[in-house]
């Protein structure tokens, strides 16, 4: 099926309280996700993947230690990200629902290390990627981290959480300090509710 840009579920200026301003938001939708559905559509044109859909192509074209070559796997699989994404921020003052702390607790220990946590593997991913809390296929919470566009679907997890730590995400707000913009994210800008509902249908 071919890809569509969908609209922003809020204003782009409304995640610039919680750190994440008007100006990131016109280029990281309008420009970098608007890139991959069109370099994607491209690529799928003509091919077996044409009228598969999104889920199915991201899986079908993953391949483990080659996603660098991988063109239709890449945009597909970016384009994936970045619509769980915007849904996962929202406008601040967004608490996080009693049922998904417990489980962050269990699993963690504390939602303080379970963000300690979340950052490191942000900050730690060297180069592109993602930082993600996912249900592993066990039922397990994780924290994990991705390469370029590689994301919990190739290994059979339920996103719960992803933050895209590609410069392009924080350059323009927090310059080079991706710890930085990791903590803020966290602080400020994830929409909890949409974690929790996430949780609940995995
Ligand atoms: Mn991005």
Redesign the pocket.
């Known amino acids: 099926m071919a890809f569509e840009l969908p609209d922003l579920p809020y204003a782009h200026d409304a995640l610039a309280a919680g750190g994440m301003s008007e100006e990131t938001m016109k280029y990281?939708h309008d420009l970098?996700h608007a890139a991959y559905v069109t370099n994607g559509n491209n690529l799928i044109k003509g091919t077996e993947w044409e009228d598969k859909s999104l889920e199915d192509i991201i899986r079908g074209t993953y391949e483990a230690g080659a996603v660098a070559q991988n063109g239709i796997f890449n945009n597909a699989s970016q384009h994936w990200n970045?619509m769980q994404f915007w849904e996962m921020m929202g406008p601040k003052g967004r608490a996080m629902p009693s049922e998904l702390e417990a489980r962050i607790v269990d699993a963690f220990g504390s939602v303080d290390e379970f963000k300690a946590q979340f950052s490191a593997a942000g900050a730690g991913q060297f180069g592109s990627g993602w930082a993600w809390l996912v249900v592993d296929t066990d039922g397990t919470l994780k924290v994990t981290k991705t390469e370029n566009g590689v994301n919990p679907l190739c290994f059979n997890q339920t996103a719960l959480l992803g933050c895209?730590v590609?410069e392009?995400?924080y350059y323009i707000d927090f310059r080079n300090a991706r710890p930085k913009y990791l903590s803020n994210f966290l602080d400020n800008l994830v929409n909890w509710e949409n974690v929790a509902e996430r949780l609940s249908n995995a």
């Open positions: 990281h970098h970045h895209d590609w392009h995400s």
